[in-house]
């Protein structure tokens, strides 16, 4: 079964970084694309960026709300996806997932970005 | 206001059917897949539909998707109580870039 594990949530204050990771198993890594998913507390769904694999370019895309503050990256090598985080505010506070071609998620880590 | 229009809310009873709409465009539903989404309440979001119709592993056929120009449908048969949850359809966006984009969430209540 496959398995994605993220860590790295925190309390965090506005204007600040973060860096979230996701160790992943169980599937062939390198040849998924991966995505990050949001929720904000009693709120629905928001996508937040995906990145295709190396074969693909390992491009990235992303939602308009963190275009040019957020970077998803990728190590195939040791099968782990990365989202910083930078100049946070307090509308990213959000349950973040981790996700294997929209697939597959992991169980989430909370980021909260308050004062 | 999300991109993909969805009920807010839907109910039925026990064994019935209900459907729940997902309303897009020509540069979402129209040009791409639709997948749809279980979250019960407390849990991670689970995937039920995907490319309109397919059904992951383990995903009972009580659950079913289909899609029409600009719109797709869930539907599910035999109701039971641990359907409720709410549930999101997915799509690529195309018009500008390409973006994944979610419906508002329509959440089943089953009386």
Not at chain 1, 11 to 40: D, E, H, I, Y
Not at chain 1, 96 to 112: E, F, K, P, S
Not at chain 2, 62 to 78: E, N, Q
């Amino acid at each position: 079964e496959v398995q994605l594990v993220e860590s790295g949530g925190a309390l965090v204050k506005p204007g600040g970084s973060l860096r979230l990771s996701c160790a992943t198993s169980r599937f062939t890594f390198r040849n998924a694309w991966m995505s990050w998913v949001r929720q904000a507390p009693g709120k629905g769904l928001e996508w937040v960026g995906r990145i295709k694999t190396n074969t693909d370019g390992g491009t990235t895309d992303y939602a308009a709300p963190v275009q040019g503050r957020f970077t998803i990256s990728r190590d195939d090598s040791k099968k782990m996806l990365y989202l910083q985080m930078n100049s946070l505010k307090s509308e990213d506070t959000a349950v973040y997932y981790c996700t294997a071609q929209l697939a597959n998620w992991g169980q989430g880590t909370l980021v909260t970005v308050s004062s | 206001q999300s991109v993909l229009t969805q009920p807010p809310s839907v109910s039925a009873a026990p064994g019935q059917k209900v459907t729940i709409s997902c309303s897009g465009s020509s540069s979402t539903i129209g040009s791409n897949y639709v997948s749809w989404y279980q979250q019960v309440p407390g849990t991670v979001p689970k995937l039920l539909i995907y490319e309109n119709n397919k059904r992951p592993s383990g995903i009972p056929d009580r659950f079913s998707g289909s899609k029409s120009g600009t719109s797709a449908t869930l539907g599910i048969t035999g109701l039971q109580t641990g359907d409720e949850a709410d549930y999101y359809c997915g799509t690529w966006d195309t018009s500008l870039g390409v973006v994944w984009v979610f419906g508002g969430g329509t959440k089943l209540t089953v009386l």
